[in-house]
């Protein structure tokens, strides 16, 4: 008997009761292969938010989905909380600056998304680690920062020894480490290492009261600037409360026309371009575009060249170093999280539902041991 491979099809040569019985056979010891293989890594399953196709927040179901099993070098994570970021919302939906669609197709699929289960930040216990692992043990309590590797929707991930993992600070719960890394690495990555700000200096961040602005709030005091932070009428008091020293309301005055100059603009809206803003940086200012178009992005190392101010543009980068820093500050109490709601895993739908507004304050968080139908729980 000869056995011919046509494409995915095999190809018998025998009479067709007897190619149906052998085929039976193959399927079945195939079958049993893969199920060995399966339960001889103990690959049990889990529940996950996955997508299979971009768009509203409707895209997103909870379902049973295969554990991931850790390679050598990597940890097993259980997940007890993570957010639905600002990340989330733009990658489910495809809203993304201008000029950043293709970029961010070819970065997450072009027509579907390649990677079903999204979430960039968490907070959780390692279960288990790979034989190569010595910075980490099983039973350590820690929030992570996967970033674009996304996968923290679901109830358990794996990521490498190396990636942005930090201890979870005792003092604070889950739910509030797992909204640390996003905003507060952001927030830092720009005023630190891109705006280097420094103790006494001026500072303005617009979209004080989302998750990036209200790390920036905390952070900018921590370093000893003086900050004015800008947002709506409803979000005054919180933002005063988070430490700034003076707040704005963008629905009743435009910061631009106030005749004050800052030494340091942080834009997390994407409302707060050069042309708009230049006037209102000191003679040494820094324009920070947390968000900007393609355009803006490139063009920002060149807009304010030869004036002594400065545009810096760009992602932000997930550094284990600044998960340690956020880390020290939560403990010390100069860094909380705002946390807007937290939801129960079987609500995620709700909660991508309330970040899509943007107008979400702070972070929203995915509790993953509560009760996956119970009604979503106030921060
Ligand atoms: N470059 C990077 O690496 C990087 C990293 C992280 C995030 N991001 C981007 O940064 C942006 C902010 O992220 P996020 O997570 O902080 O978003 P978010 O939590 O949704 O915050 C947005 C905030 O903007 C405020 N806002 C809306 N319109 C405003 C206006 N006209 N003037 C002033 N404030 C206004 C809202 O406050 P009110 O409700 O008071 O209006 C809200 O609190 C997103 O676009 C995200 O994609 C970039």
Redesign the pocket.
């Known amino acids: 008997m000869v056995i011919m491979l046509d494409g995915n099809d095999l190809l018998l040569t025998r009479p067709v009761n007897a190619q149906a019985a052998l085929r039976g056979l193959l399927k079945k010891y195939i079958f049993g292969i893969v199920a060995g293989l399966c339960c001889s890594h103990g690959r049990d399953s889990m529940k996950a938010a996955v997508y299979h196709k971009y768009g509203p927040p409707e895209v997103v179901e909870v379902k049973e989905y295969p554990q991931p099993m850790p390679k050598d070098d990597e940890v097993l994570i259980k997940i007890h909380a993570t957010t639905v ?3 989330d919302w ?1 990658i489910r939906s495809l809203s993304v600056p201008t000029g950043f669609g293709l970029l961010v197709r070819l970065a997450f699929g072009i027509y579907r998304p390649r990677k079903p289960i999204l979430g960039t930040e968490l907070a959780g216990e390692i279960v288990t680690v790979g034989k190569n692992v010595t910075r980490f043990n099983v039973g350590d309590r820690i929030f992570a920062h996967p970033g674009s590797r996304l996968g923290c929707h679901a109830q358990y991930t794996t990521l490498s020894e190396d990636a942005p993992i930090a201890l979870k600070p005792t003092n604070i719960s889950y739910e509030e480490a797992a909204a640390l890394s ?2 507060g690495t ?1 927030a830092l990555d720009f005023l630190k290492n891109k705006g280097r700000i420094q103790r006494g200096e001026k500072i303005l961040i ?2 004080a ?5 209200s790390a920036a709030v905390q952070i900018a005091k921590h370093f000893g600037a003086e900050v004015t932070g ?3 009428t ?2 005054l008091e919180v933002v005063r409360s988070i430490g700034a020293d003076k707040v704005i309301d ?1 629905t009743q005055e435009d910061f631009t026309h106030n005749g004050e100059t800052y030494d340091v603009i942080m834009d ?4 707060a371009p050069w042309a708009r803003v230049k006037t209102s940086l000191s003679d040494h200012g820094r324009l920070l575009l ?2 900007a178009g393609l355009r803006d992005t490139l063009l920002a190392p060149l807009v304010s060249r030869g004036r002594g101010k400065s545009v810096l543009a ?3 980068k997930e550094r284990v170093e600044d998960l340690r820093f956020l880390a020290e500050l939560a403990k010390a109490g100069k860094f909380k999280a705002l946390i807007d709601r937290c939801y129960p895993l079987g609500k995620i739908a709700e909660a991508h539902t309330l ?1 899509d507004t ?4 702070g972070s929203v968080v995915i509790r993953m041991d509560s009760d996956t139908d119970g009604a979503a729980v106030q921060g």
């Open positions: 970021s600002s990340a733009r996003f905003g952001t617009n979209g009261s989302g998750t990036v602005g800008v947002c709506s409803t979000n963008y997390t809206v994407g409302t947390v968000v760009g992602a932000a970040v943007g107008h979400k304050r």
